[in-house]
């Protein structure tokens, strides 16, 4: 890896690794870290580019953040994880449990999307208008290329199929809010998707995990507790 992945750690015991959505850090799981780490060794991770993690030089993807997430567990000895994905680092840990299923004890996919054709339509389209517009200026502007590699994250990725989720044998919570940006439709085709995988829909919006820490706490705590 190019780069070294900042990350904040608290607790003891199982590691759980939490990664933030797109544009965010690790930050945005204030309300985990404090809850978690009564339970866990939680670390929560800057993906490349994000927070405090360098950008490096290598392809801003979800497939080249998944290859981050492996070199960082293996720099810190860590076998099998407990891994809790937010929107895009639902598909990062999606991503990498598929990829490295050995290695995944447990897996929480929070607002996560196997392609942008989940995301409902009327958050898409002005992602899309943005993603045209910065490309538009990107070879004049740090700003804007910037703003164009996280927005192409939305807009070309994942690429994923139902089908591609029918081997994976990791315990599974799949979790959205009731007003998510993901289709329930979609949510649900993952859940389905995934032998045994277990399905919760709260009341909330995309941030749940944030907006509603209790309800969410609870029953990714329950998850945790049957693996």
Same mark, same amino acid.
């Given at each position: 890896?190019?780069?070294?992945? &900042?990350?904040? =750690?608290?607790?003891?015991?199982?590691?759980?690794?939490?990664?933030?959505? %797109?544009?965010?850090?690790?930050? &945005?799981?204030?309300?985990?870290?404090? &809850?978690?780490?009564?339970?866990?060794?939680?670390?929560?991770?800057?993906?490349?580019?994000?927070?405090?993690?360098?950008?490096? +030089?290598?392809? *801003?993807?979800?497939?080249? *953040?998944? /290859?981050?997430?492996? =070199?960082?567990?293996? @720099?810190?000895?860590?076998?099998?994880?407990?891994?809790?994905? *937010?929107?895009?680092? /639902?598909?990062?840990?999606?991503?990498?449990?598929?990829?490295?299923?050995?290695?995944?004890?447990?897996?929480?996919? %929070?607002? #996560? %999307?196997?392609?942008?054709? @989940?995301?409902?339509?009327?958050?898409?389209?002005?992602?899309?208008? #943005? &993603?045209?517009?910065?490309?538009?200026?990107?070879?004049?502007?740090?700003?804007?290329?910037?703003?164009?590699?996280?927005?192409?994250?939305?807009?070309?990725?994942?690429?994923?199929?139902?089908?591609?989720?029918?081997?994976?044998?990791?315990?599974?919570?799949?979790?959205?809010?009731?007003?998510?940006?993901?289709?329930?439709?979609?949510?649900?085709?993952?859940?389905?998707?995934?032998?045994?995988?277990?399905?919760?829909?709260?009341?909330?919006?995309?941030?749940?995990?944030?907006? %509603?820490?209790?309800?969410?706490?609870?029953?990714?705590?329950?998850?945790?507790? +049957?693996?």
């Amino acid at each position: 890896m190019d780069i070294a992945l &900042y990350h904040q =750690e608290r607790g003891a015991g199982a590691p759980l690794v939490l990664l933030h959505g %797109n544009g965010e850090d690790g930050g &945005y799981f204030i309300h985990q870290i404090e &809850y978690f780490s009564k339970s866990y060794r939680v670390l929560a991770v800057d993906t490349r580019g994000h927070g405090r993690s360098p950008r490096g +030089t290598a392809p *801003f993807t979800l497939g080249q *953040f998944a /290859a981050d997430l492996g =070199e960082f567990l293996t @720099g810190l000895g860590l076998e099998r994880v407990l891994l809790l994905g *937010f929107s895009d680092g /639902a598909n990062i840990a999606l991503r990498f449990a598929l990829d490295h299923p050995e290695q995944v004890r447990a897996l929480v996919l %929070n607002g #996560g %999307n196997l392609s942008p054709a @989940g995301v409902r339509r009327r958050t898409q389209w002005p992602i899309e208008l #943005g &993603y045209r517009i910065a490309r538009r200026f990107a070879g004049r502007s740090e700003e804007a290329r910037r703003h164009a590699e996280l927005l192409g994250l939305m807009v070309l990725e994942p690429q994923l199929r139902p089908s591609d989720l029918a081997g994976l044998r990791v315990p599974t919570l799949v979790i959205a809010g009731t007003r998510d940006m993901i289709r329930e439709a979609h949510t649900r085709q993952i859940a389905a998707a995934i032998p045994g995988a277990a399905l919760k829909i709260l009341p909330g919006n995309h941030f749940v995990a944030h907006k %509603n820490p209790e309800a969410f706490n609870r029953a990714v705590a329950e998850f945790l507790n +049957t693996v």
